[in-house]
């Protein structure tokens, strides 16, 4: 599982094996997850009841539509572990950062999101303990106002005290799991997105 990565080099090339594995399903079925998965972060629970289905068959579990594109393409169904790899990141992160990912999803946020994120955890990955960090203000500065906003919101729900009017903070390695899992989400969702 991505969280348990022993650097931050190790983390990138598996996150980067899923997402090649995951833009290789065809464009509608891409395109039919992403809603899927969009959905299910808008309704607490539902997420926790897909995921809590991960052994069986997850197309039958996300859809009838979904079930109908796996006849017509068997790849489809090979491919379901790699969208458990995104199903079992979301599941680390809490209740409030899947309304906050639903709302980035819809106003595409995602790409400047995952540099911020992976701004943080590069240079402070291996660290067993506290270790200041300031964000860059160019990444901040691709954000909007209510984007911003939102931004911080999936950080502090990590466990980091960071703010828009405060972005100095402190590298806490109980963030490193949840940090890990955004960061892995995030990745795969803007994949999941793109064209």
């Given at each position: 599982m991505l969280m348990l990565r022993t650097d931050f080099k190790s983390l990138q090339n598996e996150v980067s094996r899923e997402m090649e594995a995951v833009a290789e399903l065809p464009r509608d079925i891409r395109d039919a997850l992403f809603h899927t998965i969009l959905a299910k972060l808008k309704d607490q629970g539902a997420l926790q009841d897909l995921?809590?289905?991960?052994?069986?068959?997850?197309?039958?579990?996300?859809?009838?539509?979904?079930?109908?594109?796996?006849?017509?393409?068997?790849?489809?169904?090979?491919?379901?572990?790699?969208?458990?790899?995104?199903?079992?990141?979301?599941?680390?992160?809490?209740?409030i950062q899947h309304e906050l990912l639903a709302w980035s999803m819809e106003k595409r946020i995602l790409p400047q999101q995952q540099e911020l994120v992976k701004s943080i955890l590069e240079p402070t990955f291996l660290y067993p303990c506290n270790n200041p960090f300031t964000l860059d203000p160019k990444l901040l500065a691709s954000l909007e106002e209510e984007g911003l906003a939102v931004t911080f919101g999936l950080l502090q729900e990590c466990g980091l005290s960071v703010a828009p009017d405060n972005p100095t903070g402190t590298w806490d390695l109980e963030a490193k799991e949840p940090l890990s899992a955004l960061y892995g989400s995030l990745l795969m969702l803007q994949q999941l997105a793109e064209a």
């Open positions: 995921t809590g289905m991960l052994d069986g068959n997850i197309w039958i579990h996300t859809g009838s539509f979904l079930s109908e594109m796996q006849e017509n393409s068997r790849n489809v169904r090979l491919e379901s572990r790699h969208v458990i790899y995104l199903l079992e990141a979301l599941l680390v992160l809490s209740d």
